[in-house]
């Protein structure tokens, strides 16, 4: 079976462990080692909602290489001619990625934290699992090219998917193992939230915009998947009938050519959608930001958290 912790190694912005660490010592924790333990934990549930991800969205490629599960279907192919292949390669990848859930609360019971705080972490992940698990059901349930659809419908889901287990669940997990009071939790909440539904539209912008190279996947993966994105709901609300009806074609259409793909571009950059959206995403940063000063009085902590909002929203990958 493919490893976890290996999968882990392949890439990727690992900053969910580096955030555990974060919200645990700025809430005065003081076990390095421990916190260091405890923030694998949410490396492995990420690594484990990607690869459940991947198959969900049939997607081929994970950082420059093959999904987990397009990997077990390669292996089935070979091993089992006369078996469905595919099948057999998202049976696995379900595998794999309940037992990087399950690895992640092993983790946490083999910590040397108070038994007390240690249940209290399990909870908060798995709060964040069953949010998770919440936002991919909308996710699938969503078309961005519905009428119906507003943005508060994307944000939503933003932060559903991505704001709770990629900031606000791990600030707070590393701020429990510290002890820390209900107050300091919500103050944390208050950062993390507008950031990580930031931090998913940049996301966005730059799996329409940016190179192969620095996303480790087609860069036409998005819009050919169909994505749900503030970008085409807002291209599509402000754009004519005939880009209208042309966004209603292409994109989601695995058929599409680049020609198509470059006038899904043009048109969002057209109608004002990308100038929409990066506003959006630097005011939900800059409330972000606003919050910063008031999860502690420490400066030095403080200009970390600061300087975070800035980082997710500047960075080209």
């Known amino acids: 079976m ?64 093959l999904s987990v599960h397009r990997r077990y279907a390669t292996l089935g192919e070979e091993k089992f001619p006369t078996r469905d292949a595919d099948h057999f390669g998202v049976s696995m990848g379900i595998n794999v990625g309940d037992l990087g859930a399950a690895t992640a609360y092993e983790i946490l019971i083999d910590t040397n934290f108070p038994p007390e705080k240690v249940l209290a972490a399990i909870r908060r992940l798995n709060r964040v699992i069953i949010m998770t698990t919440f936002g991919e059901a909308l996710d699938l349930g969503f078309n961005p090219l519905s009428p119906d659809m507003r943005p508060r419908d994307i944000l939503r889901l933003h932060l559903y998917k991505t704001a709770e287990y990629s900031f606000a669940g791990p600030l707070q997990l590393g701020a429990i193992l510290a002890d820390a009071d209900v107050d300091t939790l919500l103050r944390l909440s208050k950062f993390a939230l507008p950031l990580g539904i930031s931090f998913q539209i940049k996301d966005d912008i730059l799996g329409m915009f940016a190179s192969e190279q620095l996303l480790g996947k087609p860069v036409d993966s998005d819009i050919k998947e169909g994505k749900n994105t503030l970008l085409i709901l807002k291209a599509r609300e402000l754009g004519n009938l ?17 020609e198509d793909l470059e006038r899904i571009r043009q048109i969002v950059k057209s109608t004002g959608s990308l100038e929409y959206s990066e506003g959006m995403m630097r005011r939900l940063a800059d409330n972000a930001k606003r919050n910063a000063t008031k999860i502690t009085s420490n400066p030095q902590w403080q200009t970390i958290f600061y300087g975070l909002a800035d980082l997710m929203t500047a960075r080209d990958k």
Request: net charge negative; charged share 30%.
């Open 242 to 258: 005939e880009e209208q009806e042309f966004l209603d074609y292409a994109y989601g259409n695995p058929r599409a050519t680049q």
């Open 2 to 65: 493919v490893d976890i912790h290996a999968e882990s190694n392949l890439g990727g912005k690992k900053f969910r462990g580096a955030l555990v660490q974060l919200g645990y010592e700025s809430a005065g924790g003081q076990d390095r080692d421990g916190i260091l333990r405890a923030s694998l934990a949410f490396e492995v549930v990420h690594n484990a909602f990607l690869v459940h991800d991947d198959i969900m969205d049939n997607t081929d490629l994970r950082r420059g290489r």
